[in-house]
């Protein structure tokens, strides 16, 4: 059977488990009533995935056994997400990665995944040393870093939050008017205000062009590209 529409009721869920008519194996253990009541009080609440549930059921499981016993169980019910992260439409490519729109299934907000495309071992460093930094940079006018992992591939990639806005390459060919370009200074200064938060914490970012400064919709300035 398809899992069940999301925000459904699911006051019979404990019910449909029980009931479901794949069943366990003849002899195989039942997991405990508790623990599967605490599987299905975290459902009611919203999707979780096989790994989110391990996570939090774990310390209560009399085993690992029985734990997995009651996973698949949830999981041939159709009550566990697949994935936490669902890829929608690619934003952009370049020769050495890729970055697309994703939804946060847990949070329900949209975020942006950058993925390392690269093979050699001197561009896969360069991509991690990138995370790296900028996970460090706790600053307003850098993209903050969510999270990290690898694609069944093996290409590393990161999840950061997903931005909107344009660089200021594009904002300066637009000022016609020396009062257009006048605006443009305090954007450039949160930049700058960026780049001396880095600076104090002994990061140099090397590449600082009108192109890797994005001004947001709602005045934000971002400083990217920490490679």
């Not at 370049?94 to 946060?104: C, F, H, K, L, S």
């Not at 001197?122 to 991509?127: G, I, Q, Y």
Request: aromatic share 4%.
């Amino acid at each position: 059977p398809g899992r069940p529409a999301r925000g459904a009721d699911r006051s019979g869920a404990q019910a449909d488990v029980r009931n479901d008519p794949q069943g366990d194996p003849p002899g195989a253990r039942r997991p405990a009533r508790s623990l599967r009541a605490t599987a299905l009080g975290l459902l009611s609440m919203r999707e979780h995935s096989r790994a989110e549930l391990t996570r939090k059921l774990g310390p209560q499981a009399e085993s690992a056994e029985q734990l997995q016993a009651l996973l698949d169980e949830l999981e041939r019910a159709g009550y566990l997400s697949e994935q936490r992260f669902v890829e929608k439409s690619e934003l952009g490519r370049g020769g050495m990665g890729r970055v697309v729109e994703a939804v946060d299934r847990a949070l329900g907000r949209s975020v942006a995944i950058k993925q390392s495309l690269a093979t050699s071992a001197v561009d896969l460093a360069r991509f991690e040393r990138e995370v790296r930094i900028t996970a460090q940079l706790q600053h307003p006018s850098v993209i903050p870093i969510l999270d990290v992992g690898r694609d069944p591939e093996g290409h590393p990639f990161y999840i950061m939050r997903k931005i909107e806005g344009e660089p200021l390459a594009d904002r300066v060919m637009l000022a016609e008017t020396t009062r257009d370009r006048l605006a443009l200074i305090a954007s450039f200064l949160g930049a700058v205000d960026a780049a001396a938060y880095a600076h104090a914490k002994r990061i140099i970012h090397r590449d600082i062009k009108p192109w890797n400064i994005l001004l947001g919709p709602f005045g934000e300035t971002l400083l990217i590209d920490w490679g």
